[in-house]
């Protein structure tokens, strides 16, 4: 099986879906001779044409607009929004019309649309270039939200998400961009709503999202030299939840830590623990704890920026906090 | 340009439908039997009308809020119109969207809308979608002189003349937004002074007018059709009632409207049709009397109708 870097898992779900469908077009900010200022659309414009890779001026609100009134009109955009934190300045199109309009209007419309958006800290980007804003897509009726951690998810998750007849907004963690792995060349899809147990455990379950499920994975295999057995699940789509899967495996280790990299309030987390505390509360042997970012803005100044980050030694201990209740 | 009889006396009486449409919809209102916000056009007529009469069925419109008159002058049928503002599950949007939010997908209607300036960016996608599948189908966007200072709106002509997009801006210049008169809310006298800046033919035309309108829109519909890019027109024309119903309207003098309704846009095309011998005073009161027993049934049809059962209230959220 071919071995590729998440973005360009993200650019052969492009080319696979541009090359099946005519009607599928790539628009937004140096999405095209460029390539993507993340390289995920590189190559693009060279095999599709300008018709279909479109270069934009900066003009978040008429990318996304003009995406939401191609779409009722038969298209299928994919459109980019170089950073999630450009979505002040256009979240009406997405909101208000995208995510809207099919239940406003009785049912009849249909806005098959992908909004992808490069999200999360790391780099030294600092406060306007580094949130986490999911849970604000989380909270929309109308849009599903998707957030893969790795390049085989990110792949079948893109191809499905293409293919979905609703408004998508496809979160990737800048960090995870060069991530390697194992991803099939051919056509696949993964189902939206369905989550991952990305490590099979019986002690407690981590429910992590994007570059946090790698934090998760690698405190897991810690904590299991120390005779502690770590679930890590990975719920992909954050809207619609899997919860099926989430709870399926509450009901088994009794114990559940989040993490994520948005801030803790009102952050994703908040759903999932509601979540299991109203479904699942008789099961539970722990409070539901959530390691995520405090509320504060991103610093740039790398510790600071550090200690924002949700790390493998604040999971490890709140594992182990859980296992101590 | 060449309008013929019958598109004339089309024109007249579509034009006569959205006024009394707009009438029976203020005293429902006044009755207390209509919910929510309506904003009535009353008054406007002759922007829709002589625009849409360039339309085809397969050319797309973006609406407002005040977006009645759009829809009727697109072919909207106004019993479902009327069950719609009404609530009732009959309405075009199954009672889900109320009067701002009618859209029926089979007229190109791609709605009415709540939020100002939401249409511009809208109905330049629109135009994408008719550019790219080859098409001569044509968007033609709606906006007043509120949503012509919203960024939304200079982004969507930026963007229509980079990507030389057949749609057509049609600027509906009541003067006011709310109650913000355009002297102190526009750096410009017209909104068609703005065209230059995106590069696109702009011109003004007596919005009350319809037979200026509809040369003047049928002009740039051609243009868009033609793959020549877009176009910008302002209509300049006044509203006879308050931006809602229910609104004081105190930021306005009597003297003023008084002004504006001399020139009505109807009375104004109907003198004109009968000294052109193109309608009898017989016929106009014809017209008119069929609208008057159309809207009578568009208002039995509502309120026979029933309301959507809480039921359905998740329904139509996603497309499966």
Known sequence: MPTMTFAQALNDAHKLEMQRDPNIYVAGEDVGTYGGIFGVTAGLLDQFGPKRVRDTPITESAIIGSAVGAASCGLRPVVELMFVDFIGVSMDQLFNQAAKMKYMFGGKARIPMVLRASCGAGIGAAAQHSQSLEAWFMHVPGLKVVMPSTPYDAKGLLISAIRDDNPVVFLEHKILYALEGEVPGGDYSIPLGKADI???????????????????????????????????????????????????????????????????????????????????????????????????????????????????????????????? | MDISKEKMVDMYTIMNKIRMFEIRVSELFAAGKIPGFVHLYAGEEAVATGVCANLRDSDYITSTHRGHGHLIAKGGDIKFMMAEVLGKKTGYCKGKGGSMHIADRDLGILGANGIVGA??????????????????????????????????????????????????????????????????????????????????????????????????????????????????????????????????????????????????????????????????????????????????????????????????????????
């Open chain 1, 198 to 325: 990305k490590r099979e455990g019986k002690d407690v379950t981590v429910i992590a999202t994007a570059q946090a499920v790698h934090t998760a994975l690698s405190a897991a295999a810690k904590l299991a030299a120390e005779g502690i057995s770590v679930e890590v699940l990975d719920p992909r789509t954050l809207n619609p939840l899997d919860e099926e899967t989430i709870l399926g495996s509450v009901r088994k280790t009794h114990r559940v830590v989040i993490v994520h990299e948005a801030v803790k309030f009102s952050g994703p987390g908040a759903e999932i623990a509601a979540l299991v505390a109203e479904k699942a509360f008789d099961r539970l042997d722990a409070p539901i704890l959530r390691i995520a970012a405090p509320f504060v803005p991103v610093p740039f100044s790398p510790p600071l920026e550090k200690a924002f980050i949700p790390s493998e030694e604040k999971v490890i201990q709140a594992v182990k906090t859980v296992m101590e209740s």
């Open chain 2, 119 to 320: 249409g511009p960016p809208l109905a330049t996608g629109a135009a994408l979608a008719c550019q790219y599948l080859g098409t001569d189908s044509v968007a033609v966007c709606f906006f007043g002189d509120g949503a012509s200072n919203q960024g939304t709106t200079h982004e969507a002509m930026n963007l229509a003349t980079c990507w030389k997009l057949p749609v057509v801006f049609i600027a509906e210049n009541n003067m006011y937004g709310i109650s913000s008169c355009t002297i102190n809310s526009m750096c410009v006298p017209n909104i068609a002074d703005r065209a230059g800046a995106y590069d696109m033919p702009g011109i003004v035309v007596d919005g009350n007018d319809v037979m200026a309108v509809c040369e003047a829109a049928g002009e740039a519909i051609k243009r868009a059709r033609q793959g020549q890019g877009p176009s910008l027109i302002e209509c300049k024309t006044y509203r006879h009632r308050g931006h809602f119903e229910g609104d004081p309207c105190v930021y306005r003098r009597k003297e003023e409207l008084e002004e504006w309704k001399e020139k009505d846009p109807i009375p104004r095309f109907e003198k004109k049709l009968v000294d052109l011998g193109i309608l009898s005073p017989a016929k106009a009161e014809e017209v008119k009397t069929s609208i008057q027993n159309q809207i009578a049934d568009a208002e039995r049809f509502g309120e026979q109708s029933p309301y959507p059962d809480p039921s359905e209230l998740t329904f139509d959220l996603y497309t499966e």
